[in-house]
């Protein structure tokens, strides 16, 4: 008997009626469960994804928002890279060099005060007020110090504040110190010109260039002056070794090309480091020759004998009275050594007699005197690279008084580079050349210079002035085969309203060789004091001359001149050689 097994049903177990209506209002109808969640999965994972690249997105924008003032400020520092300063023969005077600076960002800073602690114990110099006050302004960026050292840059950074960086700046630096710092000057610590030929540069065009963006680099093409730092070295020296000396309260100078008008050195005592910028602030270290104005005593003398000279209504052999002193109303002109009798031209030069010079002087008329120093330079403010000047004290109504005063070197007060601009004019041939700090040869000065006495003038007072270094006060700085001519100033110095005999402004001006100068030599001392050496005498022969000469002695193989020895006298070698002898 055969057994008949049932066969099993393939039909799906009824799904109650609830359970369906749930699933059609959640899936719908006819959808396949499986593949549904795995779209959903897929759907949440890009959700996921999305939601941690936006958060990481913001992230970052806010840290580029962050830095973006960091960088803008980066890039202004940047901007001012200065091109170098050097001197003529190459020597670099002013440079850029890389210094790191402080800065924080407040808004980025956890915890303020646990980051003001660990500042200020790692950079003692920081104020703690300070810097508080700065991290908790609502700034995107503040500076903290600038110009840090790498040890303390090194020691911040450990520390790993957030919110705290550093930025590497432009630091100008002078290798030479004080030795040129009143004629390049300095700048401020976002490295911007603000005296001597460092603000020249800015006002140039730099600062333009800065503000554009133009000037971010090193590349820059560097500024060559006129100054030569062995001269400028050997002239400071020397005037510091006088200051002490003779116990002066300054002393300063100039070596000036006549030829071209270069400033081969110039130095003002007391002076200061471009390097320590607070020092520049003392109205005791201005410099004195081009921002100073003065009455120059008797070198004023010079000019007062080229204009009659020039005129050609006097001689070298002119006779003048000076048997006693000259009196013009109230006022006494006296001489310091009364010579008692008549006296010639060329006397009244190395005698430096005042009643001789009045006489000149009134002999050519107050207007006359008036336009002869203006043609020379020396009624207007004298403009040079340098921003610094002063414009010369002169009378408000020029009587006949002023002239006769004026002749000698008293009344008229003027900038010290401006009597050696006029000084120049009547010792290269009867140019007037403007100075300049600048590089800038005979061509040059050739094209700008500007006639103002004749050739056979300034040949006699070449022939004066090296006969005054023959025979006159200027004997202690004729240096042997320098041929050296030279004219004594001595000016005493207004207090209360009145002249102090005791305290006085000794000048000393120079040249070399007196046959073709090429160079002028500028030596003033403020109140030299009585030596027993010199006799108790305080006047410029006793200081300004012999601290000349040691000047002369040390830069004029600096300078290319070659000693001549066993020249014949000033008559001879000079005038011999003029057109007119007198």
Do not use: C
Not at 55 to 78: K, N, T, Y
Not at 180 to 202: C, F, T
């Amino acid at each position: 008997m055969s057994a008949v097994t049932p066969a099993k049903s393939t039909q799906k177990p009824t799904e109650p009626w609830r359970q369906r209506l749930i699933r059609s209002l959640l899936y719908g109808r006819n959808v396949d469960r499986a593949a549904k969640a795995r779209a959903r999965v897929g759907l949440a994972m890009i959700a996921f994804t999305s939601v941690y690249v936006l958060i990481g997105g913001r992230l970052v924008m806010f840290a580029i928002g962050a830095d973006a003032h960091s960088a803008r400020r980066a890039a202004a520092v940047v901007a001012t890279a200065r091109p170098d300063i050097v001197d003529r023969n190459g020597a670099i005077l002013a440079t850029d060099v890389k210094a790191a600076s402080l800065f924080g960002e407040p808004r980025r800073i956890i915890d303020k005060d646990e980051a003001i602690e660990l500042l200020t114990a790692t950079v003692p110099d920081l104020d703690e007020a300070e810097v508080r006050e700065r991290l908790s302004a609502r700034k995107g960026f503040v500076w903290l110090k600038r110009e840090i050292t790498p040890r303390q840059q090194q020691d911040i950074h450990k520390l790993g504040i957030p919110g705290i960086g550093f930025l590497r700046e432009n630091k100008r630096v002078y290798p030479t110190g004080n030795e040129v710092a009143h004629l390049i000057g300095l700048v401020n610590i976002d490295n911007q010109g603000i005296a001597g030929m460092e603000k020249w540069l800015d006002n140039q065009g730099l600062a333009d260039l800065h503000r554009a963006g133009f000037a971010t680099d090193r590349l820059q093409k560097p500024i060559e002056l006129s100054v030569d730092l062995r001269v400028e070295h050997a002239l400071r020296d020397e005037l510091l070794k006088a200051k002490e000396k003779y116990h002066t309260k300054a002393a300063s100078g100039i070596v000036s090309n006549v030829k071209t008008g270069e400033i081969v050195a110039m130095v003002s005592l007391p002076d200061f480091d471009p390097n320590n910028p607070k020092e520049a602030h003392d109205p005791d270290r201005i410099n004195r020759l081009t921002t100073g104005v003065y009455e120059m005593g008797s070198t004023f003398k010079a000019f007062t004998l080229a204009m009659a000279l020039d005129s050609g209504k006097i001689n070298l052999n002119s006779s003048w009275d000076a048997r006693g002193n000259l009196h013009y109303g109230k006022f006494t002109i006296h001489d310091s050594h009364s010579l008692g009798r008549f006296i010639n031209t060329k006397e009244v030069f190395y005698y430096s007699s005042n009643i001789g010079a009045a006489r000149i002087a009134l002999g050519q008329g107050v207007e006359a005197h008036k336009a002869f120093l203006a043609k020379m330079g020396q009624l207007t403010r004298l403009r040079t690279e340098l921003p610094e000047s002063a414009a010369p004290l002169v009378p408000r109504r020029w009587s006949e008084l002023n002239t006769v005063t004026i002749a000698f070197g008293q009344g008229l007060s003027v900038a010290p580079l401006q009597a050696v601009m006029g000084i120049n004019a009547l010792m290269n041939g009867g140019y007037l050349i403007p100075p300049t700090f600048m590089k800038r040869s005979e061509s040059e000065a050739a094209a700008m210079a500007k006639r103002v006495i004749k050739q056979e003038t300034s040949d006699k007072m070449r022939y004066l002035m090296r006969l005054n270094a023959e025979v006159g006060s200027a004997r202690q700085a004729d240096v042997k085969g320098y041929y050296v001519g030279g004219k004594t100033g001595t000016s005493e110095k207004v207090i209360n309203g009145r002249y102090a005999k005791k305290r006085v402004l000794n000048s000393f001006t120079a040249i070399m060789p007196s046959d073709n100068p090429k160079y002028q030599i500028l030596i003033m001392l403020d109140e030299p004091q009585a030596l027993p050496e010199t006799h108790g005498f305080i006047t410029s022969g006793w200081n300004a001359v012999p601290t000349g000469g040691k000047v002369i002695e040390r830069i004029a193989p600096l300078l290319g001149i070659e000693p001549r020895f066993d020249l014949p006298p000033s008559d001879r070698l000079i005038l011999a050689a003029s057109r007119t002898t007198q």
